[in-house]
């Protein structure tokens, strides 16, 4: 499984998922700061990622749509800690499939 973090997903986070050899791409380091939701969710559909936010509007947006997307992790900051969070999305990618994923929303 391939995740997308949105730019609001801490470096650290990220880092700590490529220690733990899982794949995903940042939209910071792709430059795409400052796009919209919209266009994050469409970027992660094109690359079949599954999209790994802390931002409440993509779970609004799968709820209140019929756009298609690959799956959404919705992590908490104030709720999860960030070891908390690499650890439940590394379980997640061991052990959903993509297909699980599709237009699925995980809470961690």
Known sequence: MKIYADENIE?????????????????LELGYSGKSDEFHLKKA???????LTHDIDFVKMANSSKISHR??????????????????????????TDKDMENHIEFL
């Open 11 to 27: 470096r650290s986070i990220v880092e700590g998922l490529r220690r733990r050899r899982v794949d995903i791409a940042s939209a």
């Open 45 to 51: 559909f094109e690359t079949k990622a599954v999209i």
């Open 71 to 96: 799956g959404i992790i919705f992590c908490h900051p104030k709720n999860v800690s960030i070891g908390q969070c690499i650890s439940r999305v590394e379980l997640i990618t061991s052990i959903l």
